[in-house]
């Protein structure tokens, strides 16, 4: 496993995984942080890829919603940590959000942007190892419950628990959630090997649904959260068997 830290414009030293940034104003604990992560990525063999910033603007100015973990410094000029957690928040409800502050009263405020955790300067490397292991730990867990999807303006970090079911129409498909509609230049069957969960069946050429979120069901079509369906004939008798087996055979 490699690591990638960029500090400002530094040159990359090394790289990989997961991705991670610091977002820190100041120089010295914006190295204290990295100098951290790195002990912490060498000691548990861990494959990272570490981006620092000294601004939430300059973070935020080349963001894409593809942080798996954000450490923000609360007390920044211009954004402060809180303003910049509340735009991540806007592009990505996923990503793990860490607070480093030496102002524990900012501990309420981030429950408005569901932070992770808060970690208290000056930094406790003891302490700091414990947060970092809880917070990759929940990382690997949920990077196998989200998937990517790029549309024209960047990606967004979709949950695929919260996929109601996919709709191609040209080029394009589109993953109808439960936070609304995202439009991703794919084929079906790319967004399919995307999400790899047998949860997900088509109903026919142009749709793939998530059985959870099927209401009912009949010979030739389908209710999908308040939408009708059409089950083709080719699918009908794979699509049926799916649904009854994913509600123990009693079909609606």
């Known amino acids: 496993p490699m690591l990638l830290v960029r500090v400002d414009q530094d040159q990359v030293v090394h790289m990989f995984e997961t991705k991670i940034a610091v977002v820190e104003d100041n120089k010295v604990e914006r190295q204290t942080l990295l100098n951290q992560l790195a002990a912490l990525q060498k000691q548990d063999g861990l494959s990272l890829e570490i981006l620092a910033f000294p601004s939430g603007s300059e973070f935020l100015a080349q963001y894409k919603a593809d942080y798996a973990l954000v450490f923000l410094d609360i007390d920044m000029p211009g954004l402060n940590g809180i303003e910049t957690a509340r735009a991540i928040r806007r592009a990505d409800s996923t990503a793990i959000l860490i607070f480093v502050t030496n102002m524990a009263q900012y501990a309420l405020t981030g429950y408005e942007v569901e932070a992770f955790d808060f970690i208290l300067k000056p930094i406790n490397p003891y302490n700091f190892a414990i947060k970092v292991r ?24 979709v949950q695929i628990s919260d996929i109601r079911y996919l709709e191609v129409t040209g080029h394009y498909v589109i993953y109808h959630t439960t936070a609304g509609d995202l439009t991703e230049y794919s084929t079906l ?37 308040g939408q009708e369906l059409f089950i083709s004939r080719k699918m009908r008798s794979a699509f049926l068997a799916a649904v009854a087996g994913y509600f123990g055979g009693s079909l609606k």
Not at 134 to 143: F, I
Not at 196 to 207: A, E, G, K, R, T
């Open 134 to 157: 809880r917070a990759l730990n929940r990382v690997a867990k949920d990077q196998g419950n989200a998937i990517m999807v790029r549309e024209k303006g960047g990606a967004r970090r």
């Open 189 to 225: 069957k790319d967004a399919s090997q995307k999400i790899n969960s047998p949860l997900f069946v088509q109903c026919n050429q142009s749709y793939l649904i998530h059985l959870k979120y099927v209401d009912s069901v009949s010979r030739e079509s389908v209710q999908v959260a």
